[in-house]
C-alpha cells in the first residue's frame, strides 16, 4: 500500500525555485495498477523515482506498507526498495556475461528467498514465456 502526501519536487533555477512536482498527493492499494501519463518533462521519471525510493531529496510524505519512507535511514529505505521495488527499462538491461535463467535469478537473489525457491520461480518463468530452451544461453545469442 501506498499513500504520497503532498510531495513537492523542485530545483533551484536563477534566483528562484522550478517545481516538477508540486503537491502530489496519490493513493495505490496492494494488487493495484496504475499507469502515470503525461507530456515530455511533466515528471513522471522524478515521480517514479521518488516511488521506486531512489530519491530522498524532496518534500512531504510517502508511506509504503507500515514505513515512513522519508524517515528511513538511507540504508533502510535501501532495504525497503530491494524487498519490494523493481523496475523494468525499456532497454532491456540483461547481463551479456550471465544465461538468461542467471538474469532472472539476479534480482531475487537480492532478497531473502533460498535457493531452491528461487530456482523453482526462475523455472516457472521460463516455462510461462515458453523459454525453458533458452535458459542457458547468453541474451547475445537471444
Ligand atoms: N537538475 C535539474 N534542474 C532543473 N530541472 C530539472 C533537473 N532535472 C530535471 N529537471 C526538470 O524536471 C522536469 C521533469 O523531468 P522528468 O524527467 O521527470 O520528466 P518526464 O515526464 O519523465 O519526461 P519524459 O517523458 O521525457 O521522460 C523536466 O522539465 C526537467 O527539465
Ligand atoms: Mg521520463
Avoid: C
Wanted: hydrophobic letters at 40%; glycine letters at 10%; charged letters at 20%.
Amino acid at each position: 500500500m501506498i499513500a504520497l502526501r503532498h510531495v513537492e519536487k523542485s530545483y533551484p533555477v536563477g534566483g528562484g525555485q522550478t517545481f516538477v512536482l508540486r503537491d502530489i498527493s496519490l493513493d495505490v492499494a496492494r494488487g493495484e495498477f496504475v499507469t502515470i501519463m503525461g507530456p515530455s518533462g511533466a515528471g513522471k521519471s522524478t515521480l517514479l523515482a521518488v516511488l521506486g525510493m531512489l530519491d530522498a531529496a524532496w518534500k512531504g510524505s510517502y508511506r509504503f506498507q507500515d514505513s515512513d519512507v522519508l524517515a528511513l535511514s538511507t540504508k533502510a529505505r535501501a532495504e525497503l526498495n530491494k524487498q519490494h521495488i523493481g523496475f523494468v527499462f525499456q532497454q532491456y538491461h540483461l547481463i551479456d556475461g550471465l544465461t538468461v535463467s542467471e538474469n532472472l535469478d539476479i534480482p531475487l537473489s537480492y532478497r531473502n528467498i533460498p535457493r531452491g525457491e528461487r530456482q523453482a520461480m526462475v523455472a516457472d518463468v521460463l516455462d510461462r514465456f515458453h523459454m525453458v530452451g533458452k535458459k542457458d544461453v547468453f541474451p547475445p545469442q537471444l
